[in-house]
């Protein structure tokens, strides 16, 4: 994954095995919110900004992405394994107009339409099968880890004339397993996932205290999913260590601006 400047000043990432696809992982530079927790670049209502500040960040984030802002679809995330499929009536829905629906992931294959995945922790996952021309992006904290939610996209993917062996997954910037502390009421959510056992570990220093790496646990359901190793990029950056660059929930306990991850063919 690499960092990108655009020439508006935005700060993002992106990954080279979605290109072309037109992508990035928003990060806290370059937006125009000037609260001490939102700057600069929130991308959600409800933290603070007001609604003008919002849009002007959508907009400056989607002219670095070139995308249209208008296109994006980014609905309220409840921590479901809800995917839709988006068709052109939901253009906007989020950030323009409320249709009413929550969701935390998911696909298209109109070319006119960007999907997008707000995030401060938990981990988005923007996924291509650049032949088929399918996309999807997922939203999954631990509770969509633990309901598989990136398996529900890929397989609404493959409906819709995509292939596992085709798909390439970008894994963005999310809390690492250093600063991700768990219970066991977690744990037990987890534990039948694959490689669970390889990717949450006990805490040396607190009793039934584990830590997880959800960016990891995901790379291993998509494996499972048929998606190659080889095609899944996933980015080594935790939100929590890097509390200049990133919005973190965890770090701030909930005082945060959010990101935006946005993918569009
Ligand atoms: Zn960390």
Redesign the pocket.
């Known amino acids: 994954m690499e960092k990108c400047i655009a020439e508006n000043g935005v700060v993002f990432y992106r990954s080279e095995k979605l290109s072309p696809v037109r992508h990035g992982f928003s990060t806290r530079l370059g937006g125009i919110s000037t609260l001490d927790h939102t700057a600069a670049m929130n991308l959600a209502f409800g933290r603070g900004d007001d609604g003008r500040t919002v849009i002007g960040n959508l907009e400056l984030f989607c002219s670095a992405l070139k995308i249209n802002p208008r296109t994006v679809v980014s609905l309220p995330q409840v921590h479901s394994n809800n995917v839709l499929y988006v068709k052109e009536p939901l253009r906007g829905g989020g950030y323009f107009s409320d249709p009413g629906i929550c969701c935390d992931g998911y696909v298209t294959d109109r070319k006119n339409i960007a999907l997008g995945v707000k995030i401060a922790d938990c981990v988005p996952i923007l996924l291509s099968d650049n032949e088929a021309g399918v996309i999807a992006a997922i939203h999954a904290g631990w509770r969509g880890t633990a309901l598989q939610i990136v398996a529900r996209g890929v397989k609404m993917m493959c409906e819709i004339g995509a292939a596992p062996h085709r798909i390439a997954a970008a894994i963005g910037p999310a809390?690492?397993q250093?600063?991700?502390e768990i219970g066991e009421e977690v744990v037990e959510q987890l534990t039948g996932l694959p490689s669970a056992d390889q990717y949450i570990s006990p805490s040396k220093t607190a009793q039934n205290k584990y830590y997880a790496d959800l960016k990891a646990l995901n790379r291993a359901i998509l494996m499972r999913m048929g998606v190659p190793s080889d095609n899944i990029d996933i980015s080594p950056l935790?939100?929590?260590?890097l509390s200049d660059l990133f919005h973190s929930h965890r770090k701030t306990g909930g005082v945060r601006g959010t990101m935006l991850a946005v993918i569009s063919l």
Do not use: E
């Open positions: 809390i690492g250093c600063c991700y935790c939100t929590a260590c």
